[in-house]
């Protein structure tokens, strides 16, 4: 069995380092977010949040920071670019990056090849819960009563058994990406949720588990809410990420 050399966890307490701030200005800080931590609080209080996380150690710095506003999520086991404002007077600005589509987002995801996609695509449809896995609720195509959804796809790299993808969401449902490219045939690599396996076989004949699922945001393209500045960010993938990528054979 084969395994990352060292498999994310949770941060703990007080762990929160300066070098996931990938941007800071007097109104927003973006980050990276580490894969196994909840965006917000949760209800055990002490667990810890990006969120939790990062206004403590913003706190803790010279001057302090009297205010953090978060302004989107991303599951708990999706890493990336992650935006915060630090003054409320342009919290509408900012959420309406994200509810008016103005911001791009772009993520890259490890999927398993159950099928042979297409160089791109695109899913459009409704995604509403179709059921629960455990305390989870599990969302899908449904015929009425659900939001509508959207995505982009393009293949980046394919390798035995498993394709890494690029989507571009047009909009923001929840689990829309994981769903889309469940649906496709191609369930992330460690999504149970959504019928991915949490092992893959490698050419060698050795099974290679996977800690988690592997969907990384890995950037952000938005006009500044204040300066009105265009600005990209990006995160790399993250170690594990690219560790895995590392064991599958070269791209066909």
Not at 6 to 27: M, N, V
Not at 197 to 218: I, T
Request: with cysteine; net charge positive; charged share 20%.
């Amino acid at each position: 069995m084969s395994s990352p050399k060292s498999s994310p966890s949770a941060p703990r307490p007080g762990s929160w380092q300066a070098s996931r701030i990938l941007h800071e200005d007097e109104w927003l800080v973006v980050v990276d977010k580490p894969a196994g931590l909840p965006t917000q609080p949760t209800i055990d209080a002490s667990r810890p949040s990006v969120f939790s996380e990062l206004k403590a150690f913003l706190e803790a710095r010279p001057g302090g920071c009297p205010y953090l506003g978060l302004q989107h999520r991303l599951d708990r086991d999706t890493s990336g670019v992650l935006l915060f404002t630090k003054d409320p007077k342009i919290n509408a600005a900012a959420g309406a990056l994200f509810s008016e589509k103005t911001a791009q987002k772009t993520y890259q995801a490890l999927c398993v090849a159950n099928a042979a996609p297409p160089d791109s695509w695109e899913v459009r449809n409704y995604l509403g819960i179709i059921g629960k896995q455990g305390k989870a609720n599990q969302f899908g195509a449904v015929r009425s009563g659900g939001d509508p959804a959207q995505t982009g796809f393009r293949v980046l790299g394919r390798f035995a058994g498993a394709v890494l993808v690029e989507a571009t969401p047009r909009t923001g449902r929840t689990h829309q990406i994981r769903v889309h490219l469940a649906g496709s045939g191609l369930p992330l690599l460690g999504d149970t949720l959504y019928g991915g396996p949490v092992s893959l076989r490698l050419p060698s004949g050795a099974r290679f588990n996977v800690p988690h699922f592997f969907l990384h945001a890995s950037s952000l393209a938005f006009r500044h809410p204040q300066t009105q500045e265009e600005l990209k960010i990006c995160a790399p993938l993250p170690a594990d990420f690219e560790y895995c990528l590392r064991r599958l054979s070269p791209p066909r």
